[in-house]
């Protein structure tokens, strides 16, 4: 889409990846196996989740011995929270809007960053999910820089919902905070219930979404 960064895809074990800038824990070569490392872990959290995964789960899966893997890590835990950064560190580019979206009204601005949104969550849905389910997991100080981070996203809808009540398209009553959160989770959790087999696909969901968000912000006509 022009109006936000294209996804990328970082070096890994296939599509789906978020693009991966941080550097492992330690300073290690070979980042092409720390993204590997990386992708593998997701998925081993996505299937068993993270308490029931084990050092050893995710170095077999690698091909590692258990001890090589402490060369990138001191934790199983920096593999959660580098999964973490990377999803929410990916988010923020989504944030991104051209010159012309930026001067466009609320409804259009909102109804592309669902769009934008739910196509992102689309390509890198097992990363999402674990971060989503997990990222409590990690420590209290590692959870308050993500939150803070998802601030930013919650900023961002909030300011649109304020244009859309300024200009007369949104209805004034609506709490901007509480309809932000809201919008961001309705979308954020749909990993818990979506089936690719379903009837709908993710951007039939994306499309209900945004007609569900812009018919509940409208300001109902009078008399």
């Given at each position: 889409?022009?109006?936000?960064?294209?996804?990328?895809?970082?070096?890994?074990?296939?599509?789906?990846?978020?693009?991966?800038?941080?550097?492992?824990?330690?300073?290690?070569?070979?980042?092409?196996?720390?993204y590997?490392?990386?992708?593998?872990?997701?998925?081993?959290?996505?299937?068993?989740?993270?308490?029931?995964?084990?050092?050893?789960?995710?170095?077999?899966?690698?091909?590692?011995?258990?001890?090589?893997?402490?060369?990138?890590?001191?934790?199983?835990?920096?593999?959660?929270?580098?999964?973490a950064?990377?999803?929410h560190?990916?988010?923020?580019?989504?944030?991104?809007?051209?010159?012309?979206?930026?001067?466009?009204?609320?409804?259009?601005r909102?109804?592309?960053?669902?769009?934008?949104?739910?196509?992102?969550?689309?390509?890198?849905?097992?990363?999402?999910?674990?971060?989503?389910?997990?990222?409590?997991?990690?420590?209290?100080?590692?959870?308050?820089?993500?939150?803070?981070?998802?601030?930013?996203?919650?900023?961002?809808?909030?300011?649109?919902?304020?244009q859309?009540?300024?200009?007369?398209?949104?209805?004034?009553?609506?709490?901007?905070?509480?309809?932000?959160?809201?919008i961001?989770?309705?979308?954020?959790?749909?990993?818990?219930?979506?089936r690719?087999?379903?009837?709908?696909?993710?951007?039939?969901?994306?499309?209900?979404?945004?007609?569900?968000?812009?018919?509940?912000?409208?300001?109902?006509?009078?008399?």
């Amino acid at each position: 889409m022009s109006d936000a960064a294209g996804q990328s895809h970082g070096p890994g074990t296939g599509a789906g990846v978020p693009r991966l800038s941080a550097r492992p824990p330690k300073a290690v070569v070979g980042e092409s196996r720390w993204y590997e490392i990386l992708d593998v872990a997701a998925h081993v959290f996505y299937e068993k989740g993270y308490e029931a995964t084990t050092i050893q789960d995710i170095a077999s899966r690698v091909g590692l011995l258990k001890g090589s893997l402490y060369y990138y890590i001191d934790t199983k835990e920096d593999l959660l929270y580098a999964i973490a950064e990377h999803v929410h560190a990916d988010g923020l580019r989504y944030l991104t809007e051209d010159e012309t979206l930026m001067r466009a009204d609320a409804v259009t601005r909102l109804s592309r960053f669902v769009e934008r949104w739910m196509a992102r969550l689309a390509t890198n849905i097992r990363y999402s999910a674990v971060v989503e389910r997990e990222f409590r997991s990690l420590r209290p100080e590692r959870v308050q820089t993500l939150i803070d981070q998802r601030d930013a996203y919650d900023q961002f809808v909030r300011d649109i919902i304020g244009q859309g009540v300024d200009e007369g398209a949104f209805d004034p009553a609506v709490d901007p905070a509480v309809a932000a959160n809201s919008i961001m989770q309705l979308m954020n959790y749909t990993h818990l219930w979506y089936r690719p087999e379903g009837r709908l696909s993710f951007a039939d969901i994306g499309d209900w979404y945004r007609t569900f968000i812009l018919r509940g912000l409208a300001l109902a006509p009078s008399g």
